[in-house]
C-alpha cells in the first residue's frame, strides 16, 4: 500500500495551495487529511467517503478548504483556498479501507496506512 500526498508549497495569506493524495495497493474506505504544526499536536483537517463522496472538515478550515476525487478514483484532492498563517503545517493523508465513523474519520489513530508528509507555508 502506498499513499503519495504531493502539491505542497509556500503561499501568502489569502492564497491558495492544492493536495493530492493518491492511495494504490488498496481500495480505501475514507481518504483523511491531517496537519501538525510545530509544537502541536496532529489535527484531523478533512475527510472524504470514497463510497458516497461525503466530507467533513474540521471547523477551522470550512469554506476555505474543499475536499474532492480526482477521475482515478482513489486519488482525493484537497483545495485549499483563503490561506491563513495558522494554515502552515505538514500535511499527511491518510487511508483507512474499513467503515469508520465520521467522528472516527477525524481522528488519526483510526488510520492504518500513510503518506509522507508535505509541508505548507503560508506567510508574507
Known amino acids: 500500500v502506498q499513499l503519495q500526498a504531493s502539491g505542497g508549497g509556500s503561499a501568502q495569506p489569502g492564497g491558495s495551495l492544492r493536495l493530492s493524495c493518491a492511495v494504490s495497493?488498496?481500495?480505501?474506505?475514507?481518504i483523511g487529511w491531517f496537519r501538525q504544526a510545530p509544537g502541536k499536536q496532529v489535527e484531523g483537517v478533512g475527510c472524504?467517503?470514497?463510497?458516497?463522496?461525503?466530507?467533513h472538515y474540521v471547523d477551522s478550515v470550512k469554506g476555505r478548504f474543499a475536499l474532492s476525487r480526482a477521475e482515478a478514483k482513489n486519488t482525493v484532492y484537497l483545495q485549499m483556498n483563503s490561506l491563513k498563517p495558522e494554515d502552515t503545517a505538514i500535511y499527511y493523508c491518510?487511508?483507512?479501507?474499513?467503515?469508520?465513523?465520521?467522528?472516527?474519520?477525524?481522528?488519526?489513530?483510526?488510520?492504518?496506512?500513510w503518506g509522507s508528509g508535505t509541508q505548507v507555508t503560508v506567510s508574507s
Open positions: 472524504f467517503s470514497i463510497s458516497d463522496s461525503k466530507t
Open positions: 495497493g488498496l481500495d480505501p474506505y475514507v
Open positions: 491518510a487511508a483507512k479501507s474499513t467503515i469508520l465513523s465520521v467522528r472516527e474519520s477525524m481522528e488519526a489513530m483510526y488510520y492504518t496506512y
